[in-house]
């Protein structure tokens, strides 16, 4: 079936740096690709959508200058948290569209990454 | 604004019974409905997906979709201590070429031996 491979799977940075997430399709071409975001005990948020070639799509609220999305390739899409702070401190997970035939209709996700600002 | 409602629990359910999910949504436009089981600290995995109204059955789990009420439901029968966890409800809205998944904040769910 469809897998995703999402690194890092855990990140600590300091308060004011960068942090890259990557998630790749590895066996499927991921042309549309969701990143949500998931605060403790709460239910996961839809932030972006990615389409290969073109601008993501920011959910109201979610700073686009701040949260960078790049879907350069089919294969790999990239989230980088610029200037991060402790409230971004979250379970950040990647999902691609895939079709009916992965047997997930519709929807594989990433292991998730959690990112840790201190 | 779409919306998912769950609640949140924890429900607790002793070992062999049926476990009962509900979700409601708030979009009548939605097509798609998942049920997404999720461990702390884990991506969601899917248990299952519904579209049409009625039930669906995979193995120990049934899926239940009411349109009319906009209501979906899972249940989970002869329960397993390996059942206890989150278990999250989404609904697809396709159309304007963003269609991705809307989450309800999950119910907790606990099996006791």
């Known amino acids: 079936g469809a897998v995703v491979s999402q690194h890092p799977s855990r990140v600590i940075c300091k308060s004011g740096t960068s942090v890259k997430i990557e998630c790749r399709s590895l066996d499927f071409q991921a042309t549309t690709m969701f990143w949500y975001r998931q605060f403790p005990k709460q239910s996961l948020m839809l932030m972006a959508t990615s389409n290969e070639g073109s601008k993501a799509t920011y959910e109201q609220g979610v700073e686009k200058d701040k949260f960078l999305i790049n879907h350069a390739s089919l294969t790999l899409s990239t989230l980088t948290v610029t200037s991060a702070h402790p409230e971004d401190s979250s379970f950040y997970i990647c999902?691609?569209?895939?079709?009916?035939?992965?047997?997930?209709?519709?929807?594989?996700f990433g292991s998730g990454t959690r990112l840790t600002v201190v | 604004q779409k919306e998912v409602e769950q609640n949140s629990g924890p429900l607790s359910v002793p070992e062999g019974a049926i476990a009962s999910l509900n979700c409601t949504y708030s979009?009548?436009?939605?097509?798609?409905f998942f049920w997404y089981r999720q461990y702390s600290g884990k991506s969601p995995e899917l248990i299952m997906f519904?579209?049409?109204?009625g039930d669906k059955e995979d193995g120990r789990f049934t899926a239940q979709l009411n349109k009319a009420s906009q209501y979906v439901s899972l249940l989970i029968r002869d329960s397993q201590p390996s059942d206890s966890a989150t278990y999250l409800c989404a609904v697809n809205h396709p159309g304007g070429g963003a269609d991705g998944l809307t989450f309800g904040k999950g119910t907790h769910l606990i099996i006791q031996p």
């Open positions: 979009d009548r436009g939605s097509q798609s």
């Open positions: 999902s691609a569209r895939t079709g009916r035939l992965s047997g997930s209709d519709g929807y594989t």
């Open positions: 519904i579209y049409s109204n």
